[in-house]
């Protein structure tokens, strides 16, 4: 079976500045899909980012950005010019390329102060 | 608006007692899912459904049973065999392509017992 590490329970970083949130995950297969998801204290799930493992170009979504490294299994979030409103959990996920399960790790909390 | 509706957003259960979580869709989704997560943990997956009248065991489906009689709907009961049942709930949909698109979810239920 799949499984998604994120091996930072807790984080945090100053208004304005650049976080980097980690995520490992283990798999045979060639094509798949990670995302990250974010969960804010009214415990609403939201998209943040999704990428496709067939694509080598890293997606971005505004001040969201990821380093997909598919050889070390590796899809980390970073977070530029944080604001107050990016504090939540942060959950990393892996689906097949083919119908799958999405397969969650256990998040990172992230703090930001003012 | 398209979405996901869980309701109720608080539950109690008595000892003993069954209790059923409503998850109502009307994105036109063909895949449905439950998920539960307990404080400072990431998502589990309890049970899911690809096609109306068939589902499969997630990784914790012990004490849970699900129905999906309708394609927009896919309750899931809690029954007394849950021993501890007290967790957040989260409800998702999801396109069934050869590309998996993302998980949609619906705002959850909190089950706590009495």
């Known amino acids: 079976a799949q499984t998604v590490t994120q091996s930072q329970p807790e984080m945090s970083v100053q208004e304005a500045e650049t976080v980097t949130l980690s995520c490992t995950y283990d798999t045979s297969e060639s094509d798949y899909y990670l995302f990250w998801y974010k969960q804010p204290p009214s415990r609403q799930m939201i998209l943040v980012i999704r990428q496709e493992a067939y694509k080598q170009q890293n997606a971005t979504e505004n001040r969201f950005s990821v380093n997909f490294q598919k050889a070390a299994k590796s899809f980390s979030l970073k977070i530029s010019d944080s604001q107050l409103g990016d504090a939540a959990m942060y959950f990393c996920a892996y689906s097949g390329y083919n119908f799958n399960k999405f397969y969650f790790g256990s998040g990172t909390k992230l703090n930001v102060k003012p | 608006d398209g979405g996901i509706t869980q309701s109720p957003k608080y539950l109690f259960r008595k000892e003993g007692q069954n209790v059923t979580l409503s998850c109502e869709q009307n994105?036109?989704?063909?895949?449905m899912y439950w998920y539960r997560q307990d404080p400072g943990q990431g998502l589990r997956l309890i049970y899911y459904s690809q096609i109306v009248n068939d589902f499969q065991k997630g990784d914790i489906a012990e004490g849970y049973s699900v129905s999906r009689e309708k394609k927009e709907s896919f309750p899931l009961t809690v029954t007394s065999a849950q021993k501890n049942p007290t967790a957040f709930y989260l409800c998702?949909?999801?396109?069934?392509?050869?590309?998996?698109?993302?998980?949609?979810f619906g705002s959850g239920t909190q089950l706590s017992v009495l």
């Open positions: 998702a949909s999801s396109i069934v392509t050869e590309a998996n698109e993302k998980l949609f």
């Open positions: 994105l036109n989704h063909d895949a």
